[in-house]
C-alpha cells in the first residue's frame, strides 16, 4: 500500500512537472510568437516605409521628367514662333530691298532722262544769242526749265536789277566766262567786265561778295 502511494505521488509530480513544462513550453511559444509577429510588423512598416519612400522618389523623379519634357516643349514652340518671326521679318526687309533697288533704279533713269534733258537745254542756253528782245524770250523760257523760279528770286532780293542786269547774272549762272558772255551777248569782253563791276558795287550792303556768287546762291 505504502509502495502503491508513493507510486501514486511520483507519478502526480512527474505530470505536475510535465504540466509546468508544457506550460514554460507554451509561454516560450507564445513569446517566440510574439517575437516574430513584432518582427513581421517592424519589417511590414519598413517595407511600407521603402516602398512610400520609392514611390516619393519616383513621382518626383516622374515630375521632373514632365517639367523637363515640358520645357522642352514650350523652348521649341518658342524656337519655333522666333523662327518664323525672323523668317517674316526677313522676307519683309528683302522686300523692302527689292522695292528700294526698283524704286533707285527708276530714279536712276529718272535722273539720267533729267540730266541728258538739261544737258541738251544747257546746250541751247550756251548756243543762243541775245541780241534781240525775242532772243531774250526764247533764253529766259530755256532757262527756266533748268532753273526754275531764278528770275523770281532774283527780284526778291529787291536791287531793282536792270534787264542787262538780269541777262548777265543768268549767263554768270551758266558758268560762262566774259568772253562766253560777251559773245552771247553780241558785245565785247571788257563791256562785261564793266557791268560785272558795276553790279558788284550796287551789291555792296548785300552779303555777297561777288557776282558769281549771287548768280550761284540763287
Known sequence: MLYQRKYDLSKKENEIARLKGEQLLNKATQKNTIIILLSLLVFS????????????KNEQKRKVIELKLKAKEVEEVRNK???????????AKN??????NEQLALKENQISEFRNSKTQELKELND??????????????LFEKVYPGFFNRLNAIELNFTKGEKRLLALTRLDM??????????????????SKSRLKKKMSKTQYK???ELANSI
Open 81 to 91: 514662333e522666333e523662327l518664323k518671326s525672323f523668317t517674316k521679318d526677313l522676307v
Open 210 to 212: 561777288s557776282v558769281e
Open 95 to 100: 522686300k523692302a530691298i527689292r522695292d528700294l
Open 177 to 194: 566766262d566774259n568772253q562766253q558772255i560777251a559773245d552771247a551777248l553780241g558785245i565785247s569782253a571788257e563791256s562785261v567786265s564793266k
Open 128 to 141: 543762243i544769242r541775245i541780241l534781240t528782245d525775242e532772243d531774250w524770250k526764247r533764253f529766259k523760257l
Open 45 to 56: 512598416v519598413l517595407l511600407l516605409v521603402l516602398y512610400r519612400y520609392r514611390s516619393s
